[in-house]
C-alpha cells in the first residue's frame, strides 16, 4: 500500500523568507502527486498537481513542486512566503493501488505558519 | 458552479445514538470520496464511490460506519451507535473520475460525540 511521509508536523517561518515542505512516498511504477492546502477554518482546496510531462509544477500563487523519481519526492517549495500563506499543507499521492483505484494517500499535513 | 456541500456543517450527538451525514457531489462528478480528519492525524480515508458502486470498503474503521450513494449523486455516511472516538471532521470529496483526477472538497461536518 502507498505510504506519505511530511517529515515535518510545523514549519515556523519569517514574511518574505523561503520555505521548503517535503514530502515523500514508498516507490510506485507511475504516480500522479497533489499538494493541497487547507487555509484556516475552510476546506481543503488543491495548490498543483502533477501527472506527467515537466516535472517542475507552479501554482498560480508562487508555489512549486519537483517530482523526484529516484528520490520519492514531491518537496513544496516558495522562495517569498506572505502572512497569507499560513495554512495547513497536505500531500497526496495516487498510484494504481487496490484493483486500479487510485485512490489518493494524504500525508498528516503540515502546518506552515508564517510570522511577521 | 456549485461546489462539494455537506450537512449538517456541525453535529453533536450523544454517545449510543445514530447520526447520518450527508454529501451532495459537483454535478457530473462519478468518482465520490469521504476521509476523516482529526486533529494531527492527517485525512484517513474511509470509503470511494465511483458512480454508486462502493468496491472497497475496507477503510470503514468498523461495522458501525456504513455508507451508500444513489443516483451517482448523493451520498450518506451513516455511524450507528456513535462512539467518543468517533468524534472527527468527516471530509466529501468529488472528482470526475478516479484516475489522476483533482478532489473537490466539502467543508465538512465536524462530529462530536458527547
Known amino acids: 500500500a502507498q505510504s506519505v511521509t511530511q517529515l515535518d508536523s510545523q514549519v515556523p517561518v519569517f514574511e518574505e523568507a523561503p520555505v521548503e515542505l517535503r514530502c515523500n512516498y514508498s516507490s510506485s511504477v507511475s504516480v500522479y502527486l497533489f499538494w493541497y492546502v487547507q487555509y484556516p477554518n475552510q476546506g481543503l482546496q488543491l495548490l498543483l498537481k502533477?501527472?506527467?510531462?515537466?516535472?517542475l509544477v507552479e501554482s498560480i500563487n508562487g508555489f512549486e513542486a519537483e517530482f523526484n523519481k529516484s528520490q520519492t519526492s514531491f518537496h513544496l517549495r516558495k522562495p517569498s512566503v506572505h502572512i497569507s500563506d499560513t495554512a495547513e499543507y497536505f500531500c497526496a499521492v495516487s498510484d494504481e493501488g487496490s484493483g486500479g483505484s487510485y485512490i489518493p494517500t494524504f500525508g498528516r499535513g503540515t502546518s506552515l505558519i508564517v510570522h511577521p | 458552479g456549485a461546489g462539494v456541500s455537506q450537512s449538517p456543517s456541525n453535529k453533536v450527538t450523544e454517545k449510543g445514538k445514530d447520526v447520518e451525514l450527508r454529501c451532495d457531489p459537483i454535478?457530473?462528478?462519478?468518482?465520490l470520496y469521504w476521509y476523516r480528519q482529526s486533529l494531527g492525524q492527517g485525512l484517513e480515508f474511509l470509503i470511494y464511490?465511483?458512480?454508486?458502486?462502493?468496491?472497497?470498503k475496507s477503510g470503514l474503521p468498523s461495522d458501525r460506519f456504513s455508507a451508500e450513494r444513489t443516483g451517482g449523486s448523493v451520498s450518506t455516511l451513516t455511524i450507528q451507535r456513535t462512539q467518543q472516538e468517533d468524534s472527527a471532521v468527516y471530509l466529501c470529496?468529488?472528482?470526475?473520475?478516479?484516475?489522476?483526477?483533482?478532489?473537490?472538497f466539502g467543508p465538512g461536518t465536524r462530529l462530536t460525540v458527547t
Open positions: 454535478s457530473g462528478h462519478t468518482a
Open positions: 470529496a468529488s472528482s470526475l473520475a478516479l484516475l489522476g483526477y483533482e478532489q473537490y
Open positions: 502533477y501527472l506527467s510531462g515537466s516535472t
Open positions: 464511490f465511483q458512480g454508486n458502486s462502493a468496491p472497497d
